[in-house]
Nanobody, 125 residues
Framework: QVQLVESGGGSVQAGGFLRLSCGTS????????VTWFRQAPGKEREFVAT????????YYADSVKGRFTISRDNSKNTVTLQMNGLKPEDTAVYYC??????????????????WGQGTQVTVSS
């Protein structure tokens, strides 16, 4: 079992930055792909960024490419999402999720086994 905990959300003005962290106490965290999703009020949960188990491969949604950076430190069981140049449309609850590297379609939330509780990000104009 993997229990994920997000931290680092908050309120910022447009153009600002935030750093989200996803942590776990699970020993096997390093073998999982970890992905950030977000969900705004009245909208479906959407893919933001993903990182492979080793950290060697990353992929971003077009809407955040060039502004957000995902990274991981398996020695600390932590995945980080650095968010720069925030825009009001980035406002959402951000969730980290983990799953096995096996299989495809890692941008779909339904393929993930483990989820954090979410952290709110609010960007004002």
């Amino acid at each position: 079992q993997v229990q994920l905990v997000e931290s680092g959300g908050g309120s910022v003005q447009a153009g600002g930055f935030l750093r989200l962290s996803c942590g776990t106490s699970g020993r096997t965290f390093s073998i999982y792909r970890v992905t950030w999703f977000r969900q705004a009020p009245g909208k479906e949960r959407e893919f933001v960024a993903t990182i492979s188990w080793s950290g060697g491969s990353t992929y971003y949604a077009d809407s955040v490419k060039g502004r957000f950076t995902i990274s991981r430190d398996n020695s600390k069981n932590t995945v980080t999402l650095q968010m720069n140049g925030l825009k009001p449309e980035d406002t959402a609850v951000y969730y980290c999720a983990a799953r096995s590297e096996l299989g495809s379609d890692y941008v779909r939330p339904t393929t993930y086994n483990y989820w954090g509780q979410g952290t709110q990000v609010t960007v004002s104009s």
